[in-house]
């Protein structure tokens, strides 16, 4: 994935995050006739091998291999830290040398349910919204996202049908760039 005989210049490991699954129409209103999107939360532990990183970015490459550029529609990224705060994940030197390990969270909005699974969703967890009723804007927390997997694996099976990745883009000392695509293991 990269070039020269350098080692990865950082490991990534994606972990089962516990953050709020969400039903939302998102900013651009995605909601259709027969479907809603999911926003699902996945988590990355990003741990730097090398002190020569200068620069690291993230991006999100969904369905058909296409990058998606509309941060904040598509996706955010969140701090675990801090997961009240969204932002255009991208770490300078000094911050990846404040600490070895980050941990972060990606929200993916892409992902599709039909609106009868959302309803069926909604019974499952009592909870009393309709679909329907969403405006732009709004929102139906669900349950922790490692609990959404176990009660939903049918819908998690067909997640894992489309090829979703996380690009990590760093930069190093010297000009060199390394690309690290992480597939997401729904």
Known sequence: MFSCNIHEPISVKENVSNQIV??????????????????????????QN??????????FVSINGKRLLKYGIDYET?????????????????ELESQRNNSIIVAIKTQMISIKDADLILKKYNIDA?????????FIKLVGYDRFR?????????????????????????????HISQKINW
């Open 150 to 178: 176990k009660d939903n694996p049918d819908l998690i099976e067909d997640f894992r049908k489309v090829n979703d990745s996380v690009v990590f883009s760093v930069s190093l000392k010297g000009g060199e760039r390394a």
């Open 50 to 59: 090398t002190s020569n990183i200068i620069h690291l970015d993230l991006y």
């Open 78 to 94: 969140y701090d675990k830290q801090n997961p009240t705060k969204p932002h255009y994940f991208s770490l300078d030197k000094e």
């Open 130 to 138: 309709k679909i329907g009723n969403l405006e732009l804007g709004d």
């Open 22 to 47: 969400l039903i939302e129409p998102g900013i651009k209103n995605h909601i259709t006739k027969d479907s809603i999107p999911i926003t699902i939360p996945v988590e990355f532990n990003i741990q």
